[in-house]
């Protein structure tokens, strides 16, 4: 069992510090609205895996899966809901003194956060897969139904513990003074990174 849980870790630590859309969502999140904006878009990326979680303990995911149609829906919106984010990322501009994010209101950037890292996390195809393999290949088919739980909270912990970080490093006054001056290009790149990741979704499902 320590082996097993071992292993699981591992490889789901590979795979969460993999740059993805997660990993850019909460990148423009951070560079755009402040610490708060990313951290709440860390925990929207947290409660989305626990849905997939959830759907997969239920069998759900399974059928989704397997459904052509819902399958290729998921991956359309989700395509185009990162093009919209990453358009909104190219257009960037340079944040005056009076226009930094800490005069954003809070509840406000912290909406925006979380839904953007929500529902990117939820419709990320590869997300649903990584999870509906994990339940359905890596574990074995004894473990009992409470470890498998277990090992849904302890994979959403490390969602919202690296994402947090991640978060918070990038709005950490130190590294703050070192990219305001080309904050706004980062976003722009951020921004390309999530247009790109879109259209190849696209790409793979009608090319």
């Not at 947090?164 to 921004?191: C, D, Y």
Request: proline residues 4%; charged residues 10%; hydrophobic residues 55%.
């Amino acid at each position: 069992m320590e082996n097993e849980f071992l292993s699981i870790t591992a490889i789901v630590a590979l795979m969460i510090i993999s740059p993805g859309p997660d990993f850019a969502i909460v990148v423009k999140n951070s560079l755009s609205y402040g610490r708060m904006a990313g951290i709440y878009a860390a925990v929207g990326i947290a409660v989305a895996n626990a849905c997939h979680i959830t759907i997969n303990l239920l069998g759900i995911g399974i059928i989704i899966a397997k459904s052509v149609l819902l399958f290729t829906i998921m991956k359309i919106l989700g395509a185009s809901y990162l093009i919209y984010l990453g358009y909104r990322g190219l257009r960037a501009k340079p944040i005056l003194q009076s226009e930094t994010p800490e005069n954003i209101v809070v509840p406000t950037r912290g909406q925006q956060g979380f839904y953007s890292g929500f529902i990117t996390s939820l419709l990320n195809p590869k997300a649903c897969l990584f999870l509906l393999s994990f339940f359905s290949v890596i574990l074995l088919p004894e473990t009992p139904l409470t470890t498998q739980i277990g090992y849904g909270i302890w994979i959403v912990s490390l969602v919202l513990i690296w994402f947090s970080f991640v978060a918070w490093f990038l709005t950490n006054p130190l590294m703050g003074q070192k990219i305001e001056r080309f904050k706004h290009w980062l976003e722009r790149v951020t921004g390309g990174i999530l247009v790109l990741v879109g259209i190849k979704l696209f790409a793979h499902e009608f090319i």
